[in-house]
């Protein structure tokens, strides 16, 4: 089956129209028509050839969400018309130790979205920036949210998931301070979701100009992080920072304001890597430098449903596909808040 889709066919070449082939479903395959996919900054990494190993023609895109299509005979949990979306995964080995456990995206065998081997035509996975979509029923996950906010659904399917299961392995919640660094298309899901979890919630930004938003997307306080009095006013007192910042930064400032036995996990998925820390910010307190990866199916089946009962969305601007290479250089500039989404019925205008 022949689709619309928007690509690059190589890392200094814009992204442009393309007609790519999708698989007739198997016996265990869901087809889906995607109505709308989030653009993350890993699309872009990944597409302008800023990580290793793209493979072209490229086509991104992991925040997807739509209606079934068509189900395979063997699939009973879905239906035609089901809201459903797709993100990060669409295959694994199913039988290691990471699978068993529902966290299939620390498997050596986990098939991304875009990008990964497959035996589907061109021999890599093509992902959501097309009309359809064809997945193994395993990796599709059910939407319970109104249909009217689909798209500020989408992405829950990266952004949403990299920032809550960090925040539920590490318990935030009542009684835990959280602070959250950066306030972009992660940060704002980690505040919102922190908040949910009942955690006081402190969110860092380089800008006084995010206070009020930092706020109302659920901060119980604001630090400009380059104000050194206002970062010492919270030395020693965090049980959890999340920080989702993107680019190299220093990462000591943050770590001497962990408590002990405190941690700081890094999301945020740098082009070049972050200075190293100093050793002794922590050893003398048994603080924790750690990072963490989207998450399992049974984790982000969870956090959609949190997210469905507290009734939570990004923040999101809608554009046509023809949108995304300008898109692209908005992000890069920050100018967006919080996340680009792609009408995927644009795609065949």
Not at 89 to 115: K, Q
Not at 138 to 162: D, F, K, M, N, S
Request: negative net charge; charged residues 20%.
């Amino acid at each position: 089956m022949t689709v619309h889709a928007y690509g690059a066919h190589a890392g200094d070449q814009p992204l442009e129209p393309m007609q790519i082939t999708r698989r007739a479903p198997g016996l265990h395959d869901i087809r889906i028509e995607i109505a709308y996919c989030g653009i993350c900054h890993s699309d872009l990494h990944q597409v302008r050839a800023e990580w290793a190993g793209t493979r072209f023609p490229c086509v991104p895109g992991h925040e997807i969400v739509g209606r079934v299509a068509e189900v395979g005979a063997h699939v009973t949990a879905f239906a035609a018309g089901d809201l459903v979306g797709v993100g990060c995964i669409v295959g694994s080995c199913r039988h290691c130790e990471d699978c068993d456990s529902g966290l299939e995206n620390y498997c050596d065998g986990m098939v991304g979205t875009y990008n990964f081997p497959t035996p589907d035509a061109p021999g890599w996975t093509l992902g959501g920036y097309s009309q359809q979509i064809v997945v193994d029923e395993r990796y599709v996950l059910r939407i319970r949210h109104p249909e009217a906010q689909l798209a500020a659904v989408a992405p829950l399917l990266c952004a949403g998931i990299t920032t809550y299961s960090p925040l539920r392995h590490w318990q935030a919640g009542p009684g835990r301070k959280v602070g959250v660094v950066g306030i972009g298309g992660l940060g704002h899901m980690g505040l919102k979701l922190a908040h949910a979890m009942g955690a006081h919630v402190v969110a860092f930004t380089t800008s006084e100009s995010k206070r009020a938003e930092a706020h109302a997307l659920g901060a119980d306080d604001v630090v400009v992080s380059r104000d050194v009095d206002a970062m010492a006013a919270h030395a020693r007192s965090f049980d959890l920072i999340l920080n989702t910042v993107a680019a190299p930064h220093d990462l000591d400032a943050f770590l001497a304001l962990l408590r002990r036995d405190g941690a700081m996990v890094l999301v945020g998925a740098p082009a070049t890597p972050h200075p190293s820390p100093n050793v002794f910010n922590l050893i003398t307190r048994r603080r924790t430098l750690a990072g963490s990866m989207v998450g399992g199916i049974p984790e982000t089946q969870e956090m959609l449903d949190f997210c469905a009962e507290h009734g939570i969305v990004a923040d999101i601007e809608l554009i046509r596909a023809d949108g995304i290479n300008a898109a692209y250089e908005r992000m890069l500039k920050g100018d967006v808040r919080y996340r680009f989404v792609i009408d995927n019925a644009t795609l065949a205008a």
